[in-house]
């Protein structure tokens, strides 16, 4: 088991909603996953999630795939891995079907000091993966979209976030490299968000390197084509995150 502890400001552009946090995060050995939830379900009932594209079926886990970006240097894989200041991170991230995502997340993680990082996102549809890939997404036409959910300075947020990380994704040449899969069950008070655990089983790591993108209109691999064994490694643990959320000074629930 190892542990890893990080305070973390997420800001969702979409709603520019800010929350700091502190995360822990530990290794589950595989036969421990039951007991594991058994004993969180004592403390926490499982949130049941929208399952993506089922007309609103409810389930308790969700299969979740974040595809994470980086150029032929693996520099932003580098960056993270030595904890780098300033060093980010992106990915898309999708919850539901391997090949059939219909709302993609774009994460941006930021590490700053001290075990601090800054996570940013925003979503679009399946369909304008591309034009995020390619820097021709349609920011002045959405953001106009985006005012009339939210205010000005809200909607200024979210285009500056969108504008950095499409010329990011330009100016370092930046490619599907890496994509983490995963089923993941939340336990969550509903609407509180003082404490959420979430737990991720079946996890494994496969490679998008060198896969034929198809001049960008594809921008993963198709799940029911067959892996080579050195395209997929297999975690073989759970992982086990517990969120707090901040509040006032930086005090723990």
């Known amino acids: 088991e190892t542990t890893a502890t990080t305070t973390t400001t997420t800001a969702t552009a979409t709603g520019a909603v800010q929350q700091r946090s502190n995360i822990a995060k530990y290794w589950i050995k595989t036969e421990d996953v039951s007991r594991v939830k ?13 399952k993506d594209g089922s007309n609103g079926q409810q389930v308790d886990s969700v299969l979740t795939n974040s595809v994470y970006l980086d150029n032929a240097q ?9 904890k780098v200041p300033g060093a980010s991170e992106l990915r ?3 919850f539901g079907g391997a090949n059939d995502p219909h709302t993609v997340y774009v994460e941006r993680k930021t590490h700053m000091e001290n075990s601090v990082s800054n996570e940013e996102r925003f979503k679009i549809n399946e369909a304008e993966v591309q034009n995020i ?8 036409g959405e953001k106009l979209q985006v005012l009339e959910d939210v205010g000005e300075k809200e909607a200024d947020e979210w285009e ?4 950095e990380v499409t010329q990011v994704i330009s100016s ?19 609407f509180d968000n003082m404490v959420r655990v979430t737990l991720d089983t079946n996890l494994c790591m496969i490679s998008e390197r060198g896969y034929d993108l198809k001049n960008n209109t594809v921008w993963h691999r198709d799940a029911d084509q067959p892996l080579a064994p050195n395209e997929i490694t297999r975690f073989p643990h759970a992982i086990l995150e517990i969120r707090l959320e901040l509040k006032g000074a930086n005090a723990s629930p």
């Open 172 to 190: 370092k040449q930046l490619v599907p490299t890496m994509r983490t899969q995963y089923m993941r069950t939340a336990f969550q008070i509903p």
């Open 92 to 94: 898309l991230r999708w």
């Open 133 to 140: 890939m390619t820097n021709t997404y349609p920011i002045e």
């Open 160 to 163: 500056n976030l969108v504008r």
């Open 38 to 50: 058994y004993a969180v379900l004592r403390h926490l009932p499982v949130m049941l999630q929208k």
């Open 74 to 82: 693996l520099e932003f894989y580098h960056g993270r891995l030595d």
